[in-house]
């Protein structure tokens, strides 16, 4: 089992930033991805952003110079720095974890609005 708590969500002005941080409960030896995908009202779940245990990344095309994905695997936490924030941003934002073995773990979710 593994446990993800999100934090750092919230309400921001359009240019705003935010991060979002998720804290993992196992050893970030076994996980091998890490990631952050987000829900709309109305919506399908889509992904953010991900990153492996060795740092490769990835994003979708919407947020791809706005936000960053970064990893501490000491801490074993991810983090989101959210940039330059649009409206359509606003969603929950879901922490995502997939062990080694290949099962995945998601967070409760943060809520994320941007709005003035």
């Known amino acids: 089992q593994v446990q993800l708590v999100e934090s750092g969500g919230g309400l921001m002005q359009p240019g705003g930033s935010l991060r979002l941080s998720c804290a993992a409960s196992?050893?970030?030896?076994?996980?091998?991805?890490m990631g952050w995908y987000r829900q709309a009202p109305g919506k399908q779940r889509e992904l953010v952003a991900v990153i492996t245990r060795g740092g490769s990344t990835n994003y979708v095309d919407a947020v791809k110079g706005r936000f960053t994905i970064s990893r501490d695997t000491a801490k074993n936490t991810v983090y989101l720095q959210m940039n330059s924030l649009k409206p359509e941003d606003t969603a929950v934002y879901y922490c995502?974890?997939?062990?080694?073995?290949?099962?995945?773990?998601w967070g409760q979710g943060t809520q994320v609005t941007v709005s003035s």
């Open positions: 995502y974890a997939r062990l080694n073995s290949g099962v995945p773990y």
């Open positions: 196992r050893n970030a030896f076994s996980i091998g991805v």
